[in-house]
């Protein structure tokens, strides 16, 4: 029997994966799939796996998940045990940094990646991210700007189906939104006090995805391929090196190890387009190095595995006394594994009258949504997120001493904040800070990898004492850098082959018919989530790559 050749191998079925394979079955190509996790099922959204939180914190659930093999995944700042079999075995997928400098990795190994465990959060970027260099003299621009990106942000959001409202804010363009998204009176309250006192921030709602349909969870993208026919999925498939043609230089497939079994196999296809995740994309591509390609595959330019960046963290909480109680929300339909989605987000500041971009930080938050009595302070939680110049010296690279459960070298992760980092984070600390007293908010906590600020009765002041000291001990071990969860770069593109690995269509280089369309293509951080980017890049990249096939 004839070795089948797929027209397009895509690795990887999260963000970008699942629009990868839409794409491409759209324009009529035969894809094959590769997800190095297992098929969901019914039984991973249970409802019975849906229990009240029996304290403030939860520690109990993170220790628990330590034992059974999740140290680093139970870090996550959202951790529950209803989701901890969509995250990891750290035992069995580790990595290295210095010791210096802690990043936790969150990763989800099943069809649909971290799309079932992600915030749902969809924003656009703007300019202010793609042209950064021209408009702040910092870091580099895209190869691309948001004028040519907007009609594949839309293609998304229209498939998606997003909660959202037109806010018209400069620095947070508008989406295509199916549907309306509230605030709850204590944040309606709140975003009038904020915007009456400042006239250059803006409180808007999230903008987000409500939960797939419980008859079939998997993302609708993938369904879309799937419903194609010509889409093959194939599970447990570990990507191990991507393989290429001796002559031409060409990508002709993957060699692949079965997980579960960890017998090999090679899959050949006419592209290769990689979606693993910024630090597995590179890893893979390092791991693929070869004659032609001895630093590894596609890195001619001396820049794969460099310029790795994620958000710059910062997490408080306290009570906002100027509304009492909780209040629910019924923009989306309730889900019975999930939690309602919805809050708030503090948009970047406007830019000064002179054009001078405002500090590259932005806030999520909530207020008025977690439960309590009807007459105590509403609570309120902001998590801020911080703009990281790429360094050259933030980098990845393979760590030979160390292998993960399939004999496959592991990952080393550099990712340290340089002064203007410093000082960046100290500012945006400080700002929420006066924010959220300004408006009449009492902050119990503040904390970032710079350290742990108690005010007033202190973190969580109603849980136990042994819990208020598990959260103070494991703090700093939690929000380190990584903790945003929205690492990007380490391949990224440019306009130039001697200075990136990639061109402003995600192709490589030096590997015409390799595509990487996650976010280590990124050119910079943000100040916002990288899912709807990732996605809207993969669109254009993947619709480019139909027409050259």
């Known amino acids: 029997m004839s070795e089948t050749i797929y027209n397009a191998l895509v690795i990887g079925s999260g963000a970008a994966g699942s629009f990868a394979a839409k794409e491409l079955t759209a324009q009529g190509m035969s894809v094959l799939l590769l997800e190095a996790g297992p098929a969901i099922s019914d039984k991973d959204f249970d409802p019975s796996r849906t229990k009240a939180q029996s304290k403030e914190i939860n520690i109990w659930e993170r220790v628990r998940a330590t034992l059974k093999g999740q140290p680093i995944q139970a870090r996550a700042a959202f951790f529950s045990e209803r989701f901890s079999h969509f995250f990891v075995n750290d035992r069995k997928n580790p990595y290295t940094t210095p010791s210096d400098a802690p990043f936790l990795w969150i990763r989800g190994h099943q069809s649909g990646g971290r799309l079932h465990s992600f915030g749902r959060v969809l924003l656009r970027w703007s300019d202010e991210d793609f042209k950064v260099k021209s408009r702040t003299g910092e870091g580099v621009d895209w190869p691309v700007s948001y004028d040519e990106l907007a009609p594949y942000y ?16 400069a620095t947070m363009p508008d989406g ?131 310029y790795f960046m994620d958000q710059l963290p910062c997490l408080t909480s306290g009570a906002f006394p100027q ?107 400080q700002t929420l800070v006066d924010m959220l007293q300004a408006v009449g908010g009492e902050m119990e906590f503040i904390g970032s990898p710079r350290g742990l600020t108690e005010m007033g009765p202190g973190a969580f002041p109603n849980a136990d004492m042994f819990s208020r000291f598990m959260f103070r001990i494991w703090f700093r071990k939690t929000m380190c850098m990584g903790a945003a969860i929205h690492e990007s770069g380490g391949a990224r593109m440019g306009a130039f082959a001697d200075s990136a690995v990639l061109n402003s269509w995600n192709q ?42």
Not at 157 to 169: K, S
Not at 350 to 379: H, K
């Open 154 to 169: 839309e293609e998304v959001e229209t498939c998606l189906g997003l909660y959202g409202n037109e806010d018209h804010v």
């Open 176 to 306: 295509k939104f199916a549907h309306p998204a509230k605030l709850t009176p204590a944040e309606q309250t709140f975003k009038e006090a904020v915007e009456a006192r400042w006239p250059d921030r803006h409180v808007v709602s999230w903008r987000y995805i409500a939960p797939e349909p419980e008859q079939n969870r998997l993302p609708q993208p993938l369904k879309d391929a799937i419903a194609s026919g010509r889409l093959t999925i194939r599970n447990n498939a570990v990507a191990c090196r991507i393989t290429t043609d001796e002559t031409t230089g060409l990508a002709t497939g993957a060699e692949v190890i079965d997980r579960l079994t960890g017998a090999r196999s090679a899959v050949r296809a006419a592209s290769v387009v990689l979606c693993a995740s910024p630090i597995e994309s590179v890893r893979l591509l390092l791991n693929s190095a070869n004659a032609k390609h001895p630093q590894g595959l596609g890195n001619s330019s001396g820049t794969l595995g460099r």
């Open 323 to 429: 509304v009492r109680g909780c209040f629910s929300d019924d923009s989306a339909p309730r889900d019975p594994f999930y939690d309602p989605s919805g809050g708030i987000f503090v948009a970047r500041f406007d830019a000064a009258a002179d054009g001078t971009p405002s500090e590259a930080f932005t806030y999520q938050g909530s207020v008025g949504r977690s439960a309590i009595d009807d007459d105590t302070p509403s609570r309120m939680s902001f998590f801020g997120f911080g703009q990281m110049l790429p360094y050259e010296d933030n980098r990845i690279t393979l760590d030979a001493r160390q292998k993960d459960a399939w004999g496959i070298p592991v990952p080393h992760i550099r990712c340290v904040m340089h002064e203007r980092e410093q000082a960046l984070l100290g500012s945006m600390e």
């Open 508 to 549: 490589s280089w030096d590997v015409p018919n390799l595509l990487v369309t996650d976010a280590s293509a990124f050119c910079s951080s943000g100040t916002v989530g990288t899912t709807l980017t990732v996605m809207a890049l993969t669109v254009r990249a993947c619709r480019q790559l139909a027409k050259t096939l």
